[in-house]
């Protein structure tokens, strides 16, 4: 069926590269998002990618899609404190109604 | 642009009470809004999804006569909690995507209704 996966905890120090991972079971995906929800808040669009896409890079965010391993990563360079958060990952599905299925979220944890 | 508002943010009411919570795009025409429900450290739910001017469509184990919604308009979503509960206690949050050609079916976020049932 269809599976999101994602690591539930990330820890950095500031400054350092976060690197997000995810992984999904559906090939049929179309776009692959992440988003970001700080707490008590609603989910921040972050970027999202095509599934016929690489790569994507938006400032301090770098998408990287391998489509044959159906793995999906989010890099944020020079994380800051600010930064700390939950993303989620979620694909889109041809023909499932727009739904998405969505990653239970990793917990990033910045660290000064 | 693609902004997404909820009122209101935060609601407690008694045992027995309904509540109603709104969801609109303030920016864009949104053609499908989604409800979710997120309970504490946990991803979210999807609830139901609904197209304007058409019946909602509910996820399995959701109680349509509990949880009504409404899309009257291409800017308004509505979900009312009927006889609430202490378990229907949780984070509500809306999303509004505008569908067709050109357009990427990306879902945009309100910020949440927090529902506490005493």
């Not at chain 2, 609830?47 to 949880?67: C, H, I, L, P, R």
Request: aromatic fraction near 10%.
């Amino acid at each position: 069926g269809e599976d999101v996966e994602q690591s539930l905890f990330l820890s950095v120090r500031e400054g350092d590269s976060s690197v997000i991972n995810c992984t999904y079971t559906d090939s049929s995906s179309t776009y692959l998002y992440w988003y970001k929800q700080e707490p008590g808040a609603g989910l921040q669009l972050l970027t999202y990618i095509f599934s016929n896409m690489d790569m994507k890079q938006d400032q301090r965010l770098t998408v990287l899609l391998n489509k044959k391993d159906k793995h999906l990563s989010l890099r944020i360079a020079d994380t800051q404190t600010g930064d700390s958060a939950i993303y989620f990952c979620a694909e889109s599905i041809t023909g499932n109604n727009r739904k998405l299925i969505w990653g239970l979220g990793t917990s990033l944890a910045v660290n000064p | 642009g693609a902004v997404v508002s909820q009122h209101p943010s935060w609601v407690i009411c008694k045992s027995g009470t309904s509540v109603k919570i709104e969801c609109r795009s303030l920016d864009f025409q949104a053609t499908t809004m989604f409800w979710y429900r997120q309970f504490p450290k946990q991803s979210l739910m999807l609830m139901a999804t609904s197209n304007e001017g058409s019946k909602a469509t509910y996820e399995q184990g959701v109680e349509k006569d509990k949880f009504l919604i409404n899309h009257a308009s291409l800017t308004l979503s509505t979900l009312t909690v009927t006889s609430a509960h202490p378990e229907d206690s949780s984070f509500y949050i809306c999303s509004a995507s505008h569908t067709g050609q050109g357009f990427t079916d990306t879902q945009y976020f309100g910020p949440g209704t927090r529902l506490t049932v005493l």
